[in-house]
């Protein structure tokens, strides 16, 4: 007989959540995994005494993991699919008839907290992974990747000299309003005045002579009009924080930097900071070190071998790291060069011998563009009447050598590079980092910033990593209990010895930051 099923809501019913979310689901073993209660006392001092309650702060990093878990960026868009699934109301402990915080709460209480909160909740669960044996800490491998900012390219100002600055904004103001421009100007009027020098300036003029007259050679290129864009010229009203930046092959667009630091037993996020995009990433490798050091170390984990890419290479790091005591699997920039073609260097007397037996002697050490330089240079009545005067210095007098004070570090950093086991290390490399880039950016909410300005950016960064990490940990703990692996095996010598190693004080098991 053919059934059909007719529905009247019933006016008494006896409904509970927690009989309705299965004992395997996601949210379930998430809830009795993660505890949030240390954000009470940390958070405290943000509250008032008195007035309407606001949301409660576990509430609400539980709310904006579950965005970075759906990967689902903006606020709205996650309070509406909260209020869709059971398993959701069930983690964040809202009962089917309570009503959901308002979205607008959410941002609010993002600006609210600072980032030592976000860093706090990071850490606490970065130590559940420690915990459960998925972070082994003497290999990590860093790298950074662009974030696209919340601002456009067609709300960009031209900075302008200091003096000018007045007049340039009047004009600004009867502008047609058929313009595309910012609602509000929120950079200060230090961003909106020109602080490059005349030879930089002067750079990005012949720069933009070429674009012009390139611009029907590039692919989709219409506008004549258009200019070559540079952060010494041009300045986001919209996100002052945000940078104009660009990888090879994609448009210019504005970002913030997102770099991260990934431990290589099991791809767990050790590290996350947000920078200005602006920069070489070899500026920001000695503060993720240090940060990641001290992180390990009061987990008890020893840190040994630091694992990038070409973009961190530097004299500076490489020297920094050797007097931590750590091993760098750095490749040297395309640019570095050993020395000039033809010349020899002599260590005990530190200077150079030209194919002429000529001596290149030491003069000076300098900063040039934050990089410490050594700078030799021959006499003129040496290089007078050499035969090969014109091919080796041209029309100057002398020979002249500006090399890296920090040759040496480059030498044993490029000897284990080119060993078998600097091999080994690229490839565990490219199959650590660069595949948590692209769960971050196409699974876990990571496409685009939705916030303005660098500490908010910062703060989504780190809630995507808490999202990734706990991800792993719930994955790695159910295939634990499903073996059985946590109750049949027995502790080993070699983890024995690791645990007396970690019971040792840190003084004497590494060198202190």
């Not at 099923?5 to 927690?18: A, I, V």
């Not at 007397?349 to 290149?360: D, F, T």
């Not at 100057?396 to 086991?421: F, L, P």
């Amino acid at each position: 007989m053919q059934g059909k099923k007719d529905y009247q809501e019933k006016l008494f019913t006896s409904f509970r959540l927690s009989d309705r979310i299965p004992k395997e689901n996601f949210y379930r073993r998430l809830k009795e995994a993660l505890n949030l209660d240390f954000l009470y006392p940390l958070t405290q001092k943000f509250y008032g005494g008195s007035g309407q309650k606001s949301i409660d702060p576990v509430v609400y990093f539980k709310i904006c993991l579950v965005g970075y878990l759906e990967n689902i960026t903006t606020d709205r868009g996650v309070m509406d699919h909260c209020a869709m699934r059971l398993d959701i109301l069930y983690f964040l402990g809202y009962d089917v008839d309570e009503e959901l915080p308002w979205h607008s709460t959410i941002s609010r209480t993002r600006k609210l907290f600072p980032d030592d909160i976000f860093e706090e909740v990071f850490t606490r669960v970065l130590k559940l992974c420690i915990e459960a044996g998925l972070v082994s800490g003497h290999t990590q491998a860093i790298d950074s990747a662009p974030v696209k900012a919340n601002a456009s390219m067609d709300s960009l100002e031209l900075k302008v000299p200091a003096e000018d600055l007045e007049e340039h904004l009047s004009k600004l103001r009867v502008q047609s309003s058929s313009d595309r421009k910012a609602k509000g100007n929120k950079a200060p009027k230090e961003q909106q005045s020109i602080t490059a020098s005349k030879s930089e300036l002067q750079e990005i003029k012949s720069r933009n002579k070429r674009w012009s007259e390139d611009q029907d050679m590039k692919p989709g290129a219409k506008n004549k009009g258009s200019k070559y864009t540079s952060n010494k010229t041009h300045y986001s009203p919209t996100d002052p924080d945000a940078r104009i930046s660009v990888k090879p092959g994609k448009a210019r667009k504005l970002n913030y930097l997102c770099n991260i630091a990934v431990d290589t037993r099991t791809n767990v996020i050790t590290d996350v900071q947000a920078y200005h995009a602006d920069k070489k990433d070899t500026k920001y490798l000695q503060d993720t070190a240090g940060r990641l050091n001290r992180r390990l170390r009061r987990e008890g984990l020893i840190w040994e071998n630091v694992l990038a890419d070409a973009g961190y290479s530097s004299g500076e790091n490489y020297a920094y790291f050797e007097n931590k005591g750590l091993t760098t699997y750095i490749p040297p920039h395309g640019t570095y060069k050993g020395g000039p073609e033809g010349f020899q260097y002599f260590k005990e007397g530190n200077y150079w011998l030209c194919p002429h037996g000529k001596k290149v002697t030491h003069r000076n050490q300098k900063m040039e563009n934050g990089n410490l330089k050594d700078n030799y240079f021959t006499t003129r009545a040496d290089c007078k009447g050499c035969p090969i005067k014109t091919a080796c210095i041209g029309k100057s007098h002398e020979k002249r050598i500006n090399i890296t004070a920090y040759r040496e570090e480059y030498d044993r950093n490029i000897e284990r590079i080119k060993s078998r086991r600097g091999r080994y290390m690229k490839g565990k490399r490219q199959s650590t980092v660069e595949p948590v880039f692209g769960t971050l950016k196409e699974f876990m909410g990571l496409r685009k910033i939705n916030t303005i300005g660098i500490r908010q950016a910062n703060k989504c960064m780190h809630l995507a990593a808490i999202a990734y990490n706990l991800k792993k940990y719930l994955k790695f703990t159910t295939k634990r209990v499903k073996s059985g692996a946590g109750q049949l095996a027995s502790p080993s010598p070699f983890k024995n010895l690791l645990q007396e190693l970690r019971n040792l004080p840190t003084r004497q098991l590494h060198l202190s930051y």
